[in-house]
């Protein structure tokens, strides 16, 4: 992965479609400013926002400003991306009106010529995932897809990448028919988070955990991605995507595929993004009559979190009184090859549960013999390493130690390592990370086809279930760790960290 900073172009053109939308003012703008404020844009940076609001690029440049302050994004009056030097530019229309890229590719060029002509231009697509094949071929008819010699022409997609394997096939083609792979960034931002990247760092930079990370040593590996949240607003969203399209297709087989892949020859963008592929055409497929002991789905009901009532998601907005979507989904998945043959993956995912949180446990065998006379054990459980992703970056290790005294008696004490705790330097957040790897042309943090395709017809199979309702649907009360059902998946309890 490339160093931030010296290798940002010059100058360039940021285009982000929806640039009125919820994404672009809760993400995108505060990420930028950060950039601006830590030195990471390119010295003469416009950034261009279409949406279908009539809007003057002053009042555009005041959107964007708002945005920032309602982020804690700027600590003083006025915009920081101006400050910067930063300039802002707005066209109006809809992107299923050719006259739209018409005025966008005239506006592009007078931004070029007042920073001389350099032609470099970033397009976000932060639009409904049903307009990304409209603007890319929009963009290509135009000519703005082309790449004249010593520039970029780069193109940033939002998940979801299709719906199924034949909706993202279809979206591949789409992009394809103008932008070639290179240019294309489809954004995880899970990926971007420091302890994601940091499971690179912690396996293949240390002598002591890269021996222990295989069959031999691990018995069991659990992910849990949970959110307390409910569906919120995106109840609409929900009934057609549920958490097996919303979390597990993308960010829980993203955080899967680091823990498990083979050492990549170097950290170059191909060469880490080979492994994940290798490591998720490697698990075994989901044969439709193992299913239903496989996998466990739920949706929520009514119930308490954080001393709060809150609803059913039956009861939530824009929901049908009578929905089948899950809002929670565990399964197992076995990986044929030489490192993790015998060693299952236990992934689990959910709205409203006990907390929000995601993390990544590695569960060790047991010691093969305990030498220790009966008494002497208080509670030796196996020892655990847990990545911990959000929402406290870090890492513990769970070992047995002696309890201070005249008696010899040992118990599991933790060893922690917090992000925050240790590093004075702030870590930047996800989006800025993905803003600056895209104006970098790095992509190793971004999704490529072969990686959504892989990754698509591994749920395809749970998709056809779901639908032919071959899976039971359970309810789990709010504010718990989801149905019951998902402890006899493991034979035994999930991990959780202990107070």
């Keep these: 992965m490339n160093e931030p900073g010296e290798h940002v172009a010059l100058a360039a053109s940021l285009v982000v479609f929806g640039g009125t939308g919820d994404l672009a003012h809760r993400k995108i703008y505060p990420a930028l400013a950060s950039l601006a404020r830590r030195g990471?844009?390119?010295?003469?940076?416009?950034?261009?926002?279409?949406?279908?609001?009539?809007?003057?690029?002053?009042?555009?440049?005041?959107?964007?400003?708002?945005?920032?302050?309602?982020?804690g994004g700027t600590p003083a009056p006025g915009n920081p991306l101006e400050q910067r030097g930063v300039r802002f530019r707005f066209?109006?229309?809809?992107?299923?009106?050719?006259?739209?890229?018409?005025?966008?590719?005239?506006v592009l060029e007078e931004a070029d010529a007042e920073h001389g002509r350099v032609g470099n231009a970033l397009y976000y697509l932060a639009t409904v995932p049903g307009a990304f094949g409209t603007i890319a071929n929009g963009?290509?008819?135009?000519?703005?897809?082309?790449?004249?010699?010593?520039?970029?022409?780069?193109?940033?997609?939002?998940?979801?990448?299709?719906?199924?394997?034949?909706?993202?096939?279809?979206?591949?083609?789409?992009?394809?028919?103008?932008?070639?792979?290179?240019?294309?960034?489809?954004?995880d931002h899970y990926l971007a988070k420091e302890t994601v990247q940091n499971i690179l760092a912690l396996r293949f930079a240390n002598t002591i955990f890269e021996p222990l990370w295989n069959r031999r040593y691990v018995d069991r590996v659990e992910i849990t991605v949970a959110e307390e949240l409910g569906v919120e607003h995106r109840g609409a969203f929900y009934e057609q995507a549920g958490v097996l399209r919303d979390i597990v297709q993308n960010h829980v087989l993203q955080v899967f595929a680091l823990t498990a892949m083979e050492p990549p020859a170097s950290f170059a963008a191909n060469a880490v993004r080979d492994e994940k592929v290798k490591l998720l055409r490697s698990v075994r497929?989901?044969?439709?009559?193992?299913?239903?002991?496989?996998?466990?789905?739920?949706?929520?009901?009514?119930?308490?979190?954080?001393?709060?009532?809150?609803?059913?998601?039956?009861?939530?907005?824009?929901?049908?009184?009578?929905?089948?979507?899950?809002?929670?989904?565990?399964?197992?998945?076995?990986?044929?090859?030489?490192?993790?043959?015998?060693?299952?993956?236990?992934v689990r995912a959910g709205k409203r549960l006990q907390q929000r949180t995601t993390r990544?446990?590695?569960?060790?065998?047991?010691?093969?013999?305990?030498?220790?006379?009966?008494?002497?054990?208080?509670?030796?459980?196996?020892?655990?390493?847990?990545?911990?992703?959000?929402?406290?970056?870090?890492?513990?290790?769970?070992?047995?130690?002696?309890?201070?005294?005249?008696t010899f008696r040992v118990r599991t004490v933790p060893l922690d390592f917090s992000y925050r705790e240790t590093f004075a330097e702030e870590a930047p957040e996800a989006y800025e990370r993905v803003l600056l790897d895209a104006f970098l042309g790095d992509a190793t943090l971004f999704i490529r086809a072969d990686e959504v395709d892989t990754a698509w017809r591994l749920v395809q199979p749970l998709i056809d279930a779901f639908e032919r309702d071959a899976v039971p649907l359970a309810t789990y009360e709010a504010g718990s760790w989801g149905p019951h059902e998902a402890e006899a998946l493991l034979a035994g309890r999930w991990w959780e960290e202990k107070g």
């Excluded at 940033?156 to 909706?167: M, N, T, Y």
């Design 40 to 71: 990471h844009l390119p010295s003469r940076l416009t950034v261009v926002g279409t949406a279908r609001a009539h809007l003057s690029s002053e009042e555009f440049a005041e959107q964007v400003r708002a945005a920032i302050e309602k982020a």
């Design 91 to 106: 066209v109006s229309g809809s992107v299923d009106d050719p006259t739209t890229f018409a005025r966008l590719r005239d």
């Design 139 to 187: 963009l290509g008819e135009v000519g703005l897809a082309e790449e004249p010699p010593g520039t970029f022409r780069r193109c940033i997609v939002e998940k979801p990448f299709g719906r199924d394997v034949a909706s993202a096939q279809e979206l591949d083609e789409e992009l394809h028919r103008h932008f070639h792979e290179h240019q294309i960034f489809r954004i």
């Design 285 to 346: 497929p989901l044969e439709p009559q193992e299913i239903p002991a496989r996998v466990v789905r739920g949706q929520y009901g009514a119930g308490t979190v954080d001393g709060v009532e809150v609803r059913a998601y039956r009861d939530e907005p824009d929901v049908s009184p009578e929905s089948t979507v899950e809002t929670y989904l565990a399964l197992r998945l076995d990986v044929d090859n030489w490192r993790w043959a015998g060693v299952p993956f236990y």
């Design 360 to 406: 990544v446990a590695l569960r060790y065998k047991q010691v093969p013999f305990l030498p220790l006379p009966a008494g002497a054990v208080d509670s030796v459980e196996p020892n655990t390493m847990c990545l911990h992703i959000q929402p406290d970056e870090g890492i513990s290790l769970s070992f047995a130690a002696k309890v201070p005294g005249q």
